[in-house]
């Protein structure tokens, strides 16, 4: 079956730079379009940013020239390096992998950004 298993989530002061990582199995990683969503506190979820079969990317205009998102085909894994993080990035982010009309999620990852 599908599993999408997040990691690198952690504390961090604002300024500065966490990468999240979004290991993949059960599908044919290589074909398939990835996407980063992140849940605040008592906020609905967003989308954040993705990336697709071809590694053409796109953001958020919340994260546009922060976060930036990459995979790697032979790891089964999708990345979102995340700079100069706000306070409000605070939340647990999600990868996800649609397969026709079924969205696939991991279990998220927290990241926090305090002083």
């Known amino acids: 079956q599908v599993q999408l298993v997040e990691s690198g989530g952690g504390l961090v002061q604002p300024g500065g730079s966490l990468r999240v990582s979004c290991a993949a199995s059960g599908v044919t990683f290589r074909l398939n379009a990835m996407g980063w969503y992140r849940q605040a506190p008592g906020k609905q979820r967003e989308w954040v940013s993705g990336?697709?079969?071809?590694?053409?990317?796109n953001y958020a205009d919340s994260v546009k020239g922060r976060f930036t998102i990459s995979r790697d085909n032979a790891r089964n894994s999708v990345y979102l390096q995340m700079d100069s993080l706000k306070p409000e990035d605070t939340a647990v982010y999600y990868c996800?992998?649609?397969?026709?009309?079924?969205?696939?999620w991991g279990q998220g990852t927290q990241v926090t950004v305090s002083s």
């Open positions: 996800k992998v649609q397969l026709g009309i079924f969205d696939y």
């Open positions: 990336i697709t079969s071809a590694g053409a990317t």
